[in-house]
Nanobody, 129 residues
C-alpha cells in the first residue's frame, strides 16, 4: 500500500521560512516524479513545484520562484519544500504527489484531482501578515 505523509506545516509570519517534508512508503521514489501542490480556501488546487526522479530538473510556479526550493532524498524516499520569505498568499493546504512520469507531466498536465498518481493528506500552512 502506497502512502505519502506530509509534515512541517504550521503558523508562521510573513517573511519567515518553513520546510515541508513528504515521505513515501510502498513505492521506490526514484521511479517517480515528486511534487508539491496547494489549495487555498475557495480556490482550485495548483501546482507549486515538481522535481524529476533524480533531482536534476525542477519546475516552479511563477509566484514561488526565487522563494521556494524543492529537493529530494531518494534514500529516504522523501521530498522537501523549503519555503523562504513566505507571504500571506502562500496560506493553503499543501499536498505532495508522486507520479511515475516526467515532472512536467505531474505538474502541468496531470496535477491533482484526476485520480492519477499518489497523494498525501496534506499539511496546513498559515502565514500571518
Amino acid at each position: 500500500q502506497v502512502q505519502l505523509v506530509e509534515s512541517g506545516g504550521g503558523l508562521v509570519q510573513a517573511g519567515e521560512s518553513l520546510t515541508l517534508s513528504c515521505t513515501a512508503s510502498g513505492l521506490s521514489a526514484d521511479d517517480y516524479a515528486l511534487g508539491w501542490f496547494r489549495q487555498a480556501p475557495g480556490k482550485e488546487h495548483e501546482a507549486v513545484s515538481c522535481i524529476d526522479w533524480n533531482g536534476r530538473r525542477t519546475w516552479y510556479e511563477d509566484s514561488v520562484k526565487g522563494r521556494f526550493t524543492i529537493s529530494r532524498d531518494n534514500a529516504k524516499n522523501t521530498v522537501y519544500l523549503q519555503m523562504n520569505d513566505v507571504k500571506p498568499e502562500d496560506t493553503a493546504m499543501y499536498y505532495c504527489g508522486a507520479l511515475e512520469a516526467d515532472l512536467m507531466t505531474l505538474c502541468t498536465v496531470v496535477g491533482m484531482g484526476r485520480g492519477l498518481g499518489y497523494w498525501g493528506q496534506g499539511t496546513q500552512v498559515n502565514v500571518s501578515s
